[in-house]
Antibody
Framework: QVQLQESGPGLVKPSETLSLTCTVS??????????WSWIRQPPGKGLEWIGY???????NYNSSLKSRVTISVDTSKNQFSLKLSSVTAADTAVYYC????????????WGQGTLVTVSS | DIQMTQSPSSLSASVGDRVTITCRAS??????LGWYQQKPGKAPKRLIY???SLQSGVPSRFSGSGSGTEFTLTISSLQPEDFATYYC?????????FGQGTKLEIK
């Protein structure tokens, strides 16, 4: 049973870069059967897909965030990461990592989520 | 971008009721749609994929239907643990997009 776990700072200052890592256990980010995504949810609001990465390093980002987002993968550590630059209070949200199956579609497994607050 | 519109936004129902939630896509998405359940403070959980396929381990009282632009999630007989917020998600076109959610509350 695959498990995903987000980690990173819970507080980021405005204009700085948010950085989170998702550690995958019970499965491999190198599997060609899956894509690895980030999703976020502002407090009390709905879900927004941020983007995904494939083990090869190919990515696809939400156009609404594309200029500020970088997703990378470290197959040696079985992790993938999110960087979101020039953050504002509007980027305050619970950030989830999730697995996207090439066979059954998104998102069959999720991390528990981590709250990131943007504040000085 | 494809817009996903869910209705209703909120719904009050009783244990044992049959409930239907609708999701409409702004353009055709074939059957590239999933349904997710989210309880407070928890990550979403996938219930349905490919519009009508039941995720392993999900009770059979949940079912999905539809294709193209209109989709439904039906809960045949509500149980206490089903009171939650439900989201649809289209993955036919990038960016993936979620509906705004339907909050299912106890009457």
């Amino acid at each position: 049973q695959v498990q995903l776990q987000e980690s990173g700072p819970g507080l980021v200052k405005p204009s700085e870069t948010l950085s989170l890592t998702c550690t995958v256990s019970g499965g491999s980010v190198s599997s060609g059967s899956y894509y690895w995504s980030w999703i976020r949810q502002p407090p009390g609001k709905g879900l927004e897909w941020i983007g995904y990465i494939y083990y090869s390093g190919s990515t696809n980002y939400n156009s609404s965030l594309k200029s500020r987002v970088t997703i990378s993968v470290d197959t040696s550590k079985n992790q993938f990461s999110l960087k979101l630059s020039s953050v504002t209070a509007a980027d305050t949200a619970v950030y989830y990592c999730a697995r996207d199956s090439a066979v059954t579609g998104p998102f069959d497994s999720w991390g528990q989520g981590t709250l990131v607050t943007v504040s000085s | 971008d494809i817009q996903m519109t869910q209705s209703p936004s909120s719904l009050s129902a009783s244990v044992g009721d049959r409930v239907t939630i609708t999701c409409r896509a702004s353009q055709g998405i074939r059957n590239d749609l999933g349904w997710y359940q989210q309880k407070p403070g928890k990550a979403p959980k996938r219930l349905i994929y490919a519009a009508s396929s039941l995720q392993s381990g999900v009770p059979s009282r949940f079912s999905g239907s539809g294709s193209g632009t209109e989709f439904t999630l039906t809960i045949s007989s509500l149980q206490p643990e089903d009171f939650a917020t439900y989201y649809c998600l289209q993955h036919n076109n990038y960016p993936y997009s979620f509906g705004q959610g339907t909050k299912l509350e106890i009457k």
